[in-house]
């Protein structure tokens, strides 16, 4: 009686975890979706595609100082259970090493700034970007996902977000703009990440003396994750800077447009691996994950669909006429929500539970490597963005074989 009282609890804390971390990502996104149309309208697509560039370089950095402290740190978390003492030294751990690479990557960001050429031209919006990426990595997401709390995050940055909005309406009416957007963006996420830490020392969180081998431990946890970070941004990076070279900046906001399109079923589904995460990965028996995969590939499939159908209208509401080369950059990377969904299936409840860490960095280098090289390739065929678009879609694909193909291998399903 007392064990299947205490397995509708865990089944009841999941879906809240899930709702939550759902509710967060796709109201977010609807609220991001919502004021798009007008600040691209008002900033131009020029301008705004100068943005998304100068962020896509920001993320770069952002990696390092994550360096993939988030998937471990959840973990931990779980196991420490109500242990408030271990807890405090799990969150001083990760603070203390992304604070040390903070102070390195604003040194090797000044040097870009000085010597890249897009950088330099470009030097406000990219300090303003890396600054918000830089404090955003401090937000303990982890922290919140391993407590099954996901609830404060939601609350946390959704009241922000919607406090930007009349910001934006009120300050926002040029390309000349572009810097004072980033900046309101800014703000909003250094704010978020100071009311996250007012939560944790509500929750009892506290700095913690720590020991040198703690920190080693946890960068060494950490390190497959990051070269897996690394990967997936150099991807994100290379494929938006063919588009740069190739077609302008112009067509780098279309590309943004169709990724900010698949956005809010892409949180549906890769939420269903987030929130399934501490519930699972101390109990991933074969069968269950099974389970799992059976319905994520469902799942991944019918979202697909969806969005493919609704890609013209999308386009049109949120970008007009000047964006309707995003319709078919949207129907391929649709493909995407379902190979996503898939592969995060394989690290969150077959690789992390083996402890594969490394298949997790190789697949990574797989997907990169064949996106890469098949955009380079095309591109010698047939200069349109479809051809960027189709390496990105493809090597989600190839991702997708790979996992199975490893899993199979070393049976560990």
């Not at 050429?117 to 890396?130: E, K, S």
Request: hydrophobic share 50%.
């Amino acid at each position: 009686m007392r064990s299947d009282i205490l397995h509708r609890l865990r089944e009841t804390r999941v879906l809240e975890n899930y709702s939550y971390m759902t509710a967060l990502n796709i109201l977010s996104a609807l609220i991001g979706l919502i004021i798009y149309p007008y600040v691209i309208r008002a900033t131009g697509k020029d301008a705004f595609g100068t943005y998304v560039y100068a962020f896509t370089i920001a993320s770069f950095f952002q990696v390092l100082i994550d360096y993939g402290f988030d998937s471990p740190g959840a973990k931990a978390i779980v196991q420490a259970n109500e242990d408030v003492m271990e807890r405090s030294r799990i969150v001083t751990s990760v603070l203390l090493l992304k604070t040390g690479l903070i102070v390195i990557s604003g040194i090797l960001f000044s040097l870009c700034l000085h010597f890249i050429p897009f950088m330099h031209a470009n030097r406000l919006l990219c300090l303003i970007t890396f600054t918000q990426l830089a404090i955003g990595s401090l937000f303990p997401v982890w922290y919140f996902q391993g407590m099954k709390k996901m609830k404060w995050v939601t609350y946390i940055n959704l009241s922000l977000r919607l406090c930007t909005i009349p910001l934006i309406l009120l300050f926002i009416h040029s390309a000349q703009d572009i810097n004072s957007y980033a900046f309101i963006v800014m703000i909003s996420i250094v704010l978020g990440t100071g009311i996250a830490y007012i939560f944790l020392a509500k929750d009892g969180i506290r700095f913690a003396s720590i020991s040198s081998h703690r920190l080693k431990t946890l960068l060494s946890d950490a390190t497959p994750f990051f070269a897996t970070a690394v990967t997936g941004n150099l991807k994100s990076l290379s494929v938006k800077t063919l588009i740069k070279i190739h077609f302008g900046v112009g067509d780098v906001a279309v590309y943004d447009l169709a990724e900010k399109i698949i956005t809010i079923p892409r949180f549906f589904t890769q939420n269903i691996n987030g929130a399934l995460f501490p519930e699972v990965v101390n109990n991933a028996t074969p069968e269950r994950v099974k389970r799992i995969f059976k319905y994520e590939h469902l799942i991944g499939i019918a979202f697909t669909i969806i969005i493919a159908l609704l890609s013209y209208p999308m386009v049109l509401i949120l970008g007009g006429e000047q964006m309707m080369d995003a319709v078919w950059v949207t129907i391929m990377l649709s493909t995407t929500i379902y190979t996503w969904l898939v592969v995060g299936a394989y690290i969150n409840f077959v690789f992390i539970p083996a402890g594969k860490y490394y298949i997790i960095t190789l697949n990574q280098l797989i997907a990169f490597l064949s996106c890469v090289l098949l955009a380079y390739c095309g591109l010698f065929l047939w200069q349109d963005i479809s051809v960027v678009t189709a390496g990105v879609m493809i090597s989600g694909f190839i991702e997708m074989i790979f996992c199975r193909y490893i899993s199979k291998h070393y049976k560990l399903l």
